[in-house]
């Protein structure tokens, strides 16, 4: 047979409150953890947006060669087909 439970005296309730309150972190610890994780982010995110400009700028710079190579075969080709024509 299952004894009923007694209730525990408010003595002992209060002491086992005062022992959870005591091994939660405090709001100090809590922002400092906070703070350490928001930094190692912010460092991730830096080295990829790093990552992205140098990627934009090396793209430019190819686009901006592509562009270049494409007006030079568009000069050529006019001046081919301007002797052609005449």
């Known amino acids: ?47 990829i947006l790093h990552a992205i400009q140098d990627t934009k700028n090396t793209l430019e710079t190819k686009i901006d060669t592509v562009a270049l190579g494409v007006g030079v075969l568009r000069t050529d080709h006019r001046n081919l087909a301007d002797r052609v024509l005449n």
């Open 1 to 47: 047979m299952v004894k009923p439970r007694q209730s525990r005296p408010d003595a002992e309730r209060e002491a086992d409150q005062v022992s959870a309150r005591s091994m939660a972190p405090s709001d100090s610890d809590a922002l400092h953890l906070l703070h350490t994780t928001l930094n190692g982010h912010s460092k991730q995110f830096q080295c």
